[in-house]
C-alpha cells in the first residue's frame, strides 16, 4: 500500500466510525464494546492508581524511620567497632551522619506481661536527626542527656504489654549473658535492666511490633557488646546519588559487610507489592481482553453490512489489502475510542479522590489511613494505552480475514 491509499483508507474508516448502521442491533453491540473497554480501562488506571498511592504511603513512612543505607556484617552478629572504617566513611561527601547502631532480642515484662523484642540501642542525636519526634504519638522524648533510663516501645508492642506511661512502672529487660552461665540457677544466666518508659511511637510498619529504642551505653551493657557494633546507619545529604554512595561503601568496607539502601532494607515488601501490581494488571488486562470480544463481533456484522461498499471500493480499483485496512482501522479507532474515554474517566476520579478524600476506610476515624491515597502515574497511562492498542490491533484483525471471501459478490 502507498501513501495515498493509507489516507484513503484512514478516511473510510473514520467516516464508517461515527455514520449510522442500517441495522441497529450493530450500534448496540459497538456501544456496548465501547462502554466494556471503558470501563475496563477506568478501572486499571484507578486500581494503580491507589497501588501507587498505598506505596508512596509505606515509602513516606520508611523515609521517617528506615536510614538511607544501612551496614551490617555478612557473617554474625556483630562487628568490632576498632576496625570499622568510620571515619573514612564519614569523609564522603554525600554522607551526613553516620550513627553506630547495637541491636539484639531481649525478653521485656511489665506487669504481668512480658514479650520478646528487639531492643535498638541509639545515640543521644539518633531521635533528632531521624526526626523521631513525627513518629511519636503519646508520650515524649528524652528532654536530656542526665534522663537516660529511658525506652520508646512500639505501638504494637505497647499494646501487647498494655504500657501505661501514666503508672511510671520500669519495664524489665532480660538478656542471656554470653560468656558466664549458671545453669543451676536459671535467674544468673540473664543480665537484667530497668528503664522507664517514657513515650510511645508508630511507624505503620513491622518496626511497630519488633523494636523498642534505648540508649546505647544502656543496651551495650544489657547484651555485652561494649567493643562491638551490629549495625551502621547513614543519611546521606542527596539521596538521588544513593546508587552512588552505596557503591563507594561497599569499596570501603569490603565483602564482609552488606550495604543496603531503603528499598533492599524491605526488600520482601516492595517485591510483594510490585508483585501485586502485577498480577493486578494481568488480570485486568484479561478482563479487557474479553470486552474486546464485543468489538472484534460488531466489526465482522459491519463488514458483512458493508459488503455492497466494498464491492463498489473493489470495482474502483482499490486493492484487497487496502479494503482490509479501512476495517482494521475502524476496530482500532473503536478500541482506541473507548481506551480514551476510559483512561480520561479514570484520571478525573482519581483527581477526585486526591482533592475530596471521597472513599474513606470503614468509618474514617479508626484506620491509620483516612481515606485510599491515590497516585497517577503516567507510565501506567501508557502501558495501559499500549495494553489496549495491542488488543485493538489482534481483535480488529481477524474479522477482517473474510474480506478474501467477498471477492466474487
Not at 106 to 118: A, K, R
Not at 295 to 305: D, P
Not at 346 to 371: E, K, M, N, P, R
Amino acid at each position: 500500500m502507498n501513501i495515498n491509499q493509507i489516507k484513503t483508507a484512514f478516511f473510510i474508516a473514520w467516516r464508517y466510525l461515527f455514520s449510522a448502521k442500517k441495522h441497529n442491533i450493530v450500534n448496540v453491540i459497538s456501544a456496548i464494546s465501547v462502554t466494556g473497554i471503558c470501563v475496563c480501562t477506568a478501572a486499571l488506571i484507578i486500581v494503580l492508581s491507589v497501588f501507587n498511592g498505598m506505596e508512596e504511603y509505606v515509602i513516606s513512612n520508611f523515609n521517617s524511620f528506615n536510614p538511607d543505607l544501612e551496614i551490617k556484617p555478612v557473617k554474625g552478629k556483630c562487628f568490632e567497632r576498632d576496625s570499622f572504617p568510620f571515619e573514612e566513611i564519614k569523609r564522603l561527601k554525600n554522607v551526613k551522619y553516620v550513627e553506630e547502631i547495637v541491636s539484639d532480642l531481649v525478653l521485656i515484662t511489665y506487669g504481668e506481661t512480658q514479650t520478646i523484642v528487639n531492643i535498638k540501642g541509639i545515640s543521644e542525636k539518633y531521635l533528632e536527626r531521624f526526626q523521631m519526634d513525627k513518629l511519636l504519638i503519646d508520650g515524649t522524648l528524652p528532654k536530656n542527656s542526665a534522663n537516660n533510663d529511658w525506652v520508646l516501645a512500639g505501638v504494637i508492642n505497647a499494646g501487647t504489654i498494655q504500657l501505661n506511661l501514666n503508672r511510671w512502672e520500669m519495664l524489665k529487660l532480660y538478656y542471656p549473658k554470653r560468656t558466664k552461665k549458671n545453669f543451676a540457677n536459671p535467674a544468673e544466666a540473664f543480665n537484667t535492666m530497668y528503664l522507664l518508659p517514657i513515650g510511645v511511637f508508630a511507624t505503620n510498619t513491622d518496626y511497630d511490633s519488633k523494636y523498642i529504642f534505648a540508649p546505647i551505653g544502656h543496651v551495650r551493657t544489657l547484651t555485652g557488646y561494649e567493643q562491638q557494633a551490629t549495625s551502621v546507619e547513614i543519611r546521606l545529604k542527596d539521596f538521588s546519588q544513593v546508587t552512588e554512595t552505596q557503591r563507594k561503601i561497599e569499596e570501603i568496607v569490603g565483602s564482609d559487610f552488606s550495604v543496603k539502601d531503603k528499598y533492599q532494607q524491605e526488600e520482601l515488601l516492595f517485591k510483594t507489592m510490585k508483585t501485586e501490581k502485577l498480577v493486578v494488571y494481568i488480570i485486568l488486562s484479561f478482563i479487557l481482553v474479553l470486552a474486546a470480544f464485543n468489538a472484534l463481533g460488531s466489526l465482522g456484522m459491519m463488514i458483512v453490512e458493508k459488503k455492497g461498499d466494498i464491492q463498489i471500493i473493489r470495482q474502483l480499483g482499490a486493492p484487497t489489502q487496502m479494503i482490509k485496512s479501512v476495517f482494521l482501522l475502524e476496530g482500532i479507532m473503536v478500541s482506541l475510542a473507548g481506551g480514551v474515554i476510559g483512561m480520561a474517566l479514570g484520571a478525573l476520579i482519581c483527581f477526585l479522590q486526591q482533592t475530596f478524600h471521597l472513599v474513606t476506610y470503614g468509618d474514617g476515624v479508626s484506620y491509620l489511613i483516612q481515606y485510599y491515597p491515590v497516585s497517577m502515574l503516567w507510565e501506567d497511562f501508557a502501558i495501559v494505552f499500549i495494553i489496549i492498542l495491542i488488543i485493538s490491533v489482534l481483535s480488529s484483525y481477524f474479522p477482517t480475514r473474510i474480506i478474501k471471501k467477498t471477492e466474487r459478490i
